[in-house]
């Protein structure tokens, strides 16, 4: 089920089925059984790449995708072999307490990024990475939406920093730390993506909450551990912060802007692999844009992947409506189908590789 080719694969797909490739979706249930929701939206539309919760944050439930080894593997495997095309399966398991796969559901503990950079083990950084990165494989899981590669500036951050998810304050800690780690998780076929850029870390608000604004805060040395990690050739995935930071962009956060992703990162970075967005549910966007305009904002900036988390908000997002969306956006002449293409042939590419 594994094996799916991808050569020339996007010159067949219907325009339809290509737009699909750009999302990554969350959903509700445990199980995979045939005629559900979820067995629909993978069978019939193919989304890019799935991202599995544990927890119901919106009915506070205690059990949303994840309940034991057994179950996960299971779930895992059908939707790899319901999917035509190869699907990515992402899950957060950075470790400590953005931790999905808990040890009540039946999985080992994990340290946190803060653990880890206290006790300056690489070493020990990159056997934790590896251990993850086995229980993944074993899970048929193939992304992980870490390591958090933001500096802890800002020791009150409620995001980052007070939930122990940094490597520390100093930006080559960071790198040195989020090196092992990403190099943890591919010796076991695993993707990693680092997260958030252009930087979270001197952030004191939420980007759950609304509107976060880094300008006064954020530090040059932030974009290093990316810079490092880039030029190293380990960070293939790179997912965006919904921060505002004026330095780059008076007006837009990072997911949709378009100076910080094609000209920061893409351009003066050199970064070549995957750009994700973080949950576009967050109120730092969905209370400010609606869903056509942050759709057209981030294909024009060049974001490959969104991510609807369908964890965040009552009324989930339907993978056909956004296709539909974004069919529109083509329509109406606001995005050019070779922009598609472009986003569609880097992501087959590498669904077709292993990770560096």
Known sequence: MYSKSNKNISNTLSLRRKIAQLFLMGFKGSDMS????????????????????????VHHKPIHNISSPVQLQELCASLHEVSSLPLWIGIDQEGGLVNRLKPVYGFADTKSHAYL??????????????????ILREMHITVNF???????????????????????SSSDLV???AKAYLRGLQSEGIWGCCKHFPGHGSAKGDTHAGFVDVTDTWQEDELLPYSALIEDGLCSMIMTAHVINRKFDALYPATISKYIIPKLLRKKMGFNGLVFTDDMQMKA???????????????????DIFCFGNNLLPNPAKLYELVSIVEQLIEEGFINENRI???VNRILKMKSQKPN
């Open 146 to 168: 870490a390591p958090v590669v933001d500096v802890a500036k800002e020791f009150n951050s409620s995001i980052i920093a007070k939930r122990q998810r940094s490597f520390g």
């Open 175 to 177: 790198y040195r730390h």
């Open 285 to 303: 966007i969905s209370d400010h844009y609606g869903i056509k305009e942050a759709l057209k904002m981030g294909l024009n900036a060049g974001v």
């Open 341 to 343: 293409d472009y986003s």
């Open 34 to 57: 045939e005629g559900t929701e979820l067995y629909t939206m993978i069978e019939k539309f193919g989304p890019g790449a799935v991202i599995l919760f544990d927890q119901d944050m």
């Open 117 to 134: 950079g206290n006790q300056d083990d690489i070493e020990l950084t990159y056997k934790q990475a590896k251990d993850i990165g086995s």
